[in-house]
């Protein structure tokens, strides 16, 4: 994936395929886990765990690295470039997969980013797109092709995606927390970073919000109840004071 990703060709086709077989996989056991948090520990075997294990993920946050810096290593400023919509629908199938992993075993994934140059990857990944995403939205990174092909859609359903692959990777290890304020600046506080980013009064009251109610019955992935421990709701709002 070192290169331009061309519509049509035949890198870009095997990576559409792939991307869509890995995240089938990834879906094979979504029944049993659908409605288990994903901080809950799955007690069933299951061997694509392993085979995501020893493939590093199988290999889609490598790919991913690679498809988006090819023609520049900083994820900032290659970000500010316009990206075609094959490269963007290859990235959102491939965070979906990631996230699939992390609901069938996110004490995995956290554990594979602690390899090699898997949290560099990370950072990269999370930074290009948070940078692309508000260039978007700003029309600093828009060309004719993207203007005509309305992909708000596609970008807003990758946020989405990436959101929660943040907050997957995030919980209750350090060593990813770190990554994901790198470059920062010497020993930067990740609640400073966030004051500077985004009002934190919009965060609290939306944990407050959820307060009482963590018995309801989990129905999507994207409830928090099913993302985040509710016995630590409290200390995290003490952190945001």
Sequence with gaps: AHGPLIPGSSLANF???GIHFIEAISCFNHKKVKEIPVYKKKNF???TITSFKVT???GVLTMLDALLLHRN???RVAASEPVHKSTIIISLNGIRALNNMARLDVEMVQ???TLGSMQIELFHLVAFWLSYWTSFNNGSNRDLEAS????NVLLDDLLHELLIFIGYVAMG???NQAILRFGQGPDPDNRQILKEEMSLEHLSQFIKSKKGKETVDIQTHVQLLSRFPPELWDN???WMM
Excluded at 148 to 151: I, K, Y
């Design 15 to 17: 990576l559409h395929q």
């Design 45 to 47: 075997a299951d061997t």
């Design 56 to 58: 590093y993920l199988g």
């Design 73 to 75: 290593g900083n994820s």
């Design 111 to 113: 554990n594979v980013l």
């Design 148 to 151: 005509s092909e309305n992909l």
């Design 173 to 175: 290890d350090s060593a």
């Design 236 to 238: 995290a709002l003490d």
